[in-house]
Structure formats: C-alpha cells, structure tokens
C-alpha cells in the first residue's frame, strides 16, 4: 500500500503569515492528490485536487504543487478562518490513503 | 446539487454489528463508486473500501476483510456500510464520499458496554 507522510505534524503560525505543508508518498503517484481541510465535528472539505487545482468556492490564498513523490499545500496569507487540520490524500489505485495530517494552529 | 445524507449516530455494545446508510442525491445514482472513510476520535481518516453502484462490486481494505460488507440499493439511492464484531476501537464517525469533493456529514459510531 501506498503510505502518505506529513510534515510537520504541528505548525504554529500568525495571521498573514505564509504557510507551506508538506506530504510524501511512499511511491509515485503522478498528480493524485487531494488537500483537504478539516474543523473539529466537521466532514472534510476539498481545497484542492489533482495536485494543483482549486476546487471551486476555496480561496485563492490556498495554492497546492508537486507530482510524483513530493508535494506542497501552500497557504499564502494565513487568515484566521485557516487554523484547522489539513489532510493530504492520495486517489492513484482505487485504494485512498490519507496523511496523518497537519494541525495549523495560532502563534 | 450533490447531497450524501447520512443515517444518525448509534451506540453498539461489543460484539454486535452496525449498519450505517448514505442517501444520494442530486446525481446520477449509477455514475459514481462510493467510498467509506472513518475517523477515531482525535485521530486521523482512514479509508475502508469503496463500492461501484453498477453491479455492486466492492474492494475493501485489508484491515476490514471478513468484517465490512458494502451494498447499495438503487431503487433509494442509498448507499450501505455494515460492520460487524464491533469493538471499542470501531468508536469512530464514518462517512461517505463519492470522489473527492463531496462527503456526508458524517454518523457517529460508539463501541460500549
């Protein structure tokens, strides 16, 4: 199975600062992959897929790159509806496995 | 629009099994497989299996085998995950999730004696 690796697994960080997550896969997974932001009692909501594109309604501060093995969520001016936990997600075999996820959370 | 409505929360002793539904709408029913993804409190999302709509095949994770049943009827649009020899690790809220873009809200699974 394909393992997905986030770092860091914490992020302390103002409002307006700029952000980067990270997450790896185990083995290449071309563009497959999902960003997602989760609040606490709430499902999931995609932010971005494909790697690098935007999901309709999400705020163009959110920003997603990479392929193969190595990828990036980038949050360009951290406001304060962002503190959550991000999730990355990888879609490649019929068979989805998350990250163990990145909590955002307020300096 | 696209709407995956859930069945409530339940409580389950040790041992026993529970059947949590998933109502779709605003789709085609047949167009798109279905996805099971649970979370423990305080943990993070873990896929089970996915279901396609059209004959009913399904692919489990491996963790599940011989535990999960996934079904759908498409007479209701819904959507089944059933799991069985429920523990107090199986405390968790479950959802499901065509693709990536739409989930339910989720239902709240508890293990308890």
């Known amino acids: 199975d394909i393992q997905m690796t986030q770092s860091p697994s914490t992020l302390s960080a103002s409002v307006g600062d700029r952000v980067t997550l990270t997450c790896r896969a185990s083995?290449?997974?071309?563009?497959?992959l999902a960003w997602y932001q989760q609040k606490p009692g709430k499902a999931p909501k995609l932010l971005i897929y494909?790697?690098?594109s935007l999901e309709r309604g999400v705020p163009s501060r959110f920003s997603g790159s990479g392929s193969g093995t190595e990828f990036t969520l980038t949050i360009s001016s951290l406001q304060p509806d962002d503190f959550a936990t991000y999730y990355c997600?990888?879609?490649?075999?019929?068979?989805?496995?998350f990250g163990q996820g990145t909590k955002v959370e307020i300096k | 629009q696209v709407q995956l409505v859930q069945s409530g929360a339940e409580v389950k002793k040790p041992g026993a099994s529970v059947k949590v539904s998933c109502k779709a709408s605003?789709?085609?029913?047949?167009?798109?497989?279905m996805n099971w993804v649970r979370q423990a409190p305080g943990q993070g999302l873990e896929w089970m299996g996915i279901?396609?709509?059209?004959?009913?095949?399904?692919s489990y994770a491996q963790k599940f085998q011989g535990r999960v049943t996934m079904t759908r009827d498409t007479s209701t649009s819904t959507f089944y995950m059933e799991l069985s020899s429920l523990r107090s690790e199986d405390t968790a809220v479950y959802y499901c999730?065509?693709?990536?873009?739409?989930w339910g809200q989720g239902t709240q699974v508890t293990v308890s004696s």
């Open positions: 999730a065509r693709d990536t873009s739409y």
């Open positions: 605003g789709y085609t029913f047949t167009s798109s497989h």
């Open positions: 279901i396609n709509p059209n004959g009913g095949s399904t």
């Open positions: 083995q290449s997974i071309s563009v497959w």
């Open positions: 494909k790697a690098s």
């Open positions: 997600q990888q879609y490649n075999s019929g068979v989805w496995t």
